[in-house]
């Protein structure tokens, strides 16, 4: 064989191992993610056993921050700071968080 031939064979023959690695990897890949899937379901946390859902929390915990601003606000209006007119409309917005809160705690 030529000196081309011999070079065009070894890039073929490692163009073609590097399809069959990336092919391995994203198989790989695709079995983790699966597995992980699955693990992530029914995930225990704690000792008590509790299973907990990450998006209740998360909007738990926004209801906490914004009603914690809230108080803050309030804090403020009593020392007799003038507050701007998107600070009053967060104040009348108590109630409803109080409610959201219930109902995502229950």
């Given at each position: 064989m030529?000196?081309?031939a011999?070079k065009?064979?070894?890039?073929?023959e490692a163009?073609?191992?590097k399809?069959?690695?990336e092919?391995?990897?994203e198989?790989?890949?695709?079995?983790?993610?699966?597995?992980?899937?699955?693990?992530?379901?029914?995930?225990?946390?704690?000792?008590?056993?509790?299973?907990?859902?990450?998006?209740?929390e998360?909007?738990?915990?926004?209801?906490?921050?914004?009603?914690?601003k809230?108080?803050?606000?309030?804090?403020?209006?009593a020392?007799?700071?003038?507050?701007?007119?998107n600070q009053?409309?967060?104040?009348?917005?108590?109630?409803?968080?109080?409610?959201?809160?219930k109902?995502?705690?229950?």
């Open positions: 030529s000196k081309s011999l065009n064979k070894k890039r073929k163009a073609k191992n399809t069959k690695t092919k391995d990897k198989d790989a890949l695709a079995a983790a993610a699966t597995m992980n899937q699955n693990n992530q379901k029914n995930k225990y946390q704690g000792a008590a056993g509790l299973l907990v859902d990450p998006d209740k998360k909007k738990i915990r926004k209801v906490n921050d914004k009603l914690a809230i108080d803050k606000l309030k804090a403020q209006l020392e007799g700071k003038a507050l701007e007119k009053l409309d967060s104040l009348t917005k108590e109630a409803g968080l109080l409610d959201e809160l109902a995502l705690t229950i």
